[in-house]
């Protein structure tokens, strides 16, 4: 079954600094990866999402993950963490014959001064 | 448009009761979600449905059953609450079709089993 892993429950930056959030997925056939954000109290929110056209997906609010096959990754960066960036962040693959997702246990960020 | 609206936002229920939760969705899409997120563990699938009238089981179903009568509308019930079904509450929906289309989220609806 596809699933998706993500290392660190909590990540902790200072502002300005880089983002590197982990996940690593498990998949026999070519997987369509999702990252998607949480903040306080709110509902998911899609950063972006990997469809198979580019290995380097951009997102939102300078967000960027690359696709590795040969590390089996999808990490999400940012060069220059700000304190709006503090949020839950979401790793999720497409399983179910592609009905549904299946989401990586999160990250928390907290970004300090 | 308000996208995908959870009602209601908040709950506390005693052991037994039973509820039902309410998601409805203005987008018109045809796949709807129950998930339930609980600390370190993530989102979790509960049931799903892919058009009115139907619905699947998902992750952990046990405990919750689900309707779809109108394609705007999923309910989700739980016949006796327990506490370890206390826990957030979220619904998401996604148009159909392409596999890698974007599942749209509501805000949650946080529910106390005491």
């Known amino acids: 079954a596809q699933s998706v892993t993500q290392l660190g429950s909590h990540v902790s930056v200072s502002e300005g600094a880089l983002v590197l959030l982990r996940c690593n997925y498990s998949s026999s056939v070519p997987p369509y990866l999702f990252w998607y954000v949480q903040y306080p109290n709110q509902g998911l929110q899609l950063l972006l999402k990997?469809?198979?056209?580019?290995?380097l997906v951009k997102g939102i609010n300078g967000f960027e993950a690359e696709f590795k096959k040969s590390e089996t990754s999808f990490h999400l960066t940012k060069p220059s963490a700000h304190m709006s960036d503090a949020a839950e962040y979401f790793c999720?693959?497409?399983?179910?014959?592609?009905?549904?997702?299946?989401f990586g246990t999160g990250t928390q960020l907290k970004v300090e001064l | 448009n308000a996208g995908v609206t959870q009602t209601p936002k908040f709950r506390v229920l005693k052991t037994g009761q039973s509820m039902t939760l309410l998601c409805a969705q203005d987008m018109n899409h045809e796949y709807m979600y129950w998930y339930r997120q609980d600390p370190g563990m993530g989102l979790r699938l509960i049931h799903y449905s892919v058009g009115e009238g139907t619905t699947a089981k998902g992750e952990v179903p046990d405990g919750y059953n689900v309707s779809r009568l109108k394609k705007q509308n999923f309910l989700l019930g739980l016949e006796s609450a327990a506490p370890s079904q206390t826990s957030v509450y979220f619904c998401?929906?996604?148009?159909?079709?392409?596999?890698?289309?974007?599942?749209?989220f509501g805000p949650g609806t946080r529910l106390t089993v005491l």
């Open positions: 999720a693959v497409v399983t179910g014959g592609g009905n549904k997702l299946t």
């Open positions: 990997y469809t198979s056209a580019a290995t």
């Open positions: 998401a929906s996604r148009l159909a079709g392409m596999s890698t289309d974007t599942q749209y």
